[in-house]
């Protein structure tokens, strides 16, 4: 499945924007100023390929589009037809080792399987790459800032978008699985200070879907990453993982498994043997290619697919 690249008008979050159609995505910018603890910048924001892989690596080998260089976070918010909505929200958080963004992949055709569902899919494009006071082989802190930030946008204007506020959701994909887990796990404080009326309102994702995340585990260890933990309130969360990923071996998902059980939260992991990294949701003859009707078969039964109430 491939997605056209479209370069959208950015509406400032503060102004009236147009109504939210199916047809022409909404991009709206996150902070009304500069993002927090953004001192620098690595230049103008790029479009690039993303280099071709072999198949042990990753189950999608060619290239696709990727974005860097980010500064300027945003949301970029795709609808599915009128007659199908459920007035379910996802945030979208593709992948990319906290370097890139895999757009396309991760990003742009995830909301597009989002919709098919009747599922609102909001494509986050945090801030890339690491900044110099990011190591390299930790998570990056500042797209958590965005993500959270996020999630209480949407939830702010849900009535106004049609949406159910108690029905946003997370996915995300290698890193940005990460992202969705500790977004999901993190709504006690914030992580950065309040700006204004926005932050306010929950950062509490209601549901997550980290598929072959990283980070999540300790190195040499079995337990959860520093920095992670399951408070109480975590909300229900989706596991997927490949079973042959070396870019970030299943043992992620499976540590965050046993201690989102342990700690009571509703959880369901799936690993498929044979399957490697970068599958997103594409299409596939593989057993892999399952794990998006298991998701969507999840979601219905937590009741997050019900068809919104007409007009």
């Given amino acids: 499945m491939r997605v056209a690249w479209t370069v959208f008008v950015i509406a400032w979050m503060g102004a009236p924007g147009p109504a939210i159609g199916a047809s022409q995505p909404l991009v709206i910018e996150l902070w009304p100023g500069r993002a927090p603890d953004e001192t620098g910048s690595p230049g103008a924001e790029r479009v690039l390929m993303s280099p071709k892989l072999d198949r042990k690596q990753v189950e999608v080998t060619e290239p696709t589009k990727m974005i860097s260089d980010v500064t300027t976070p945003t949301i970029t918010i795709h609808r599915p037809p009128k007659e199908k909505r459920t007035a379910t929200a996802m945030l979208v958080c593709p ?72 029905r946003i959701g997370i996915i995300g994909f290698s890193a940005g699985g990460h992202l969705a887990i500790a977004t999901a796990t993190s709504f006690e404080q914030r992580t950065y200070q309040p700006i204004d009326d926005v932050d306010k309102v929950s950062c509490r994702p209601d549901f997550a879907v980290p598929v072959y995340s990283g980070y999540l585990k300790a190195a040499d260890k079995d337990e959860l990453a520093p920095g992670l933990r399951v408070p109480s309130g975590t909300p229900p969360v989706f596991l997927v993982h490949g079973g042959e990923d070396i870019v970030s071996s299943p043992e992620h998902s ?39 009707e298991a998701c969507a078969s999840w979601l219905r039964h937590q009741g997050f697919l019900k068809l919104a109430p007409g007009p």
């Fill in 95 to 166: 992948g990319g080792g906290y370097w890139n963004l895999y757009w396309q992949l991760e990003g742009e055709e995830v909301a597009a399987w989002l919709n098919s569902l009747g599922v609102t899919g909001i494509v986050l494009k945090y801030r890339v790459p690491r900044r110099p006071d990011e190591p390299k082989g930790e998570p990056a802190r500042r797209p958590l800032q965005d993500a959270q930030r996020a999630v209480s946008l949407v939830r702010s204007r849900a009535a106004e978008w049609g949406l159910e506020p108690r």
């Fill in 254 to 292: 499976v540590i965050m498994y046993l201690a989102l059980k342990r700690a009571g939260v509703t959880a369901e992991l799936h690993i498929y043997a044979g399957a490697a990294h970068d599958f997103g949701v594409r299409p596939s003859d593989h057993p892999y290619s399952a794990w998006r």
